[in-house]
């Protein structure tokens, strides 16, 4: 796997697409940046998505592939170096997750954040509503660790978003929705290889939106 910071160029003929690359709104942001993204790995007509990727800021991004990118007219830069990391059982890493976490309910698949506040009354939400993403992200992570060769030692959600999911076009009023969900943290290596994979394919949903790319360090 390889590891790549990218940075969109600022020169005029990229600049000038501002508004196409950089939508004001959140769903379409997202929806253009996977579309941007796909410049640096979209060799062939039948390529699936082998990336994850996640946006650090206005123009910058940091991507998880399978593959070395291409480089871009696009990009000001595209800095890659392979992604091995040596992991052995017990060692504790801190985290960093931008994540669609779901679970199943009734046969469907839920947010567990916007689940959860769903079900308290509506006067509530907004003041509960980081307490609520911590204690269910905290929860979703424990289940993803159960699955995935970690257990979590410590787990805070620094931001919950939802979005509007693009190219819908019915009623404004029953437009998809989809909860973003950062999670800061440490988790300690149970099976290193398990964990590897998991991290090589992502966490959670909505992969394809910046979602799913798991940012670690060695705990202190």
């Known amino acids: 796997m390889y590891l790549t910071k990218a940075s969109l160029s600022r020169a005029p003929s990229v600049k000038a697409l501002d508004k196409l690359l950089m939508p004001s709104e959140a769903g379409n942001r997202t929806d253009a940046h996977h579309r941007l993204l796909?410049?640096?790995?979209?060799?062939?007509?039948?390529?699936?998505?082998?990336?994850?990727?996640?946006?650090?800021?206005?123009g910058s991004f940091l991507i998880l592939s399978e593959r070395p990118p291409a480089p871009s007219e696009l990009f000001a830069s595209v800095d890659s170096k392979p992604f091995d990391p040596d992991l052995g059982q017990g060692d504790r890493l801190r985290f960093a997750l931008r994540a669609n976490a779901t679970r199943s309910k009734d046969k469907k698949r839920v947010d567990v954040v916007m689940d959860a506040l769903y079900a308290l009354p509506a006067a509530e939400r907004a003041e509960r509503r980081m307490d609520v993403a911590t204690s269910e992200g905290y929860a979703w992570m424990q289940r993803q660790g159960a699955q995935h060769g970690f257990s979590v030692l410590a787990c805070v959600a620094s931001d919950y978003s939802v979005h509007a999911l693009p190219a819908y076009r019915g009623p404004r009023d029953k437009q998809p929705q989809f909860g973003i969900l950062d999670l800061e943290g440490e988790l300690q290596i149970t099976d290193p290889a398990a964990f590897v994979s998991a991290v090589g394919k992502g966490f959670g949903r909505a992969k394809a939106f910046g979602c799913g790319l798991m940012l670690l360090r060695r705990a202190s």
């Open 38 to 58: 796909w410049t640096l790995f979209a060799d062939r007509e039948d390529r699936a998505r082998d990336f994850l990727w996640r946006e650090e800021g206005k």
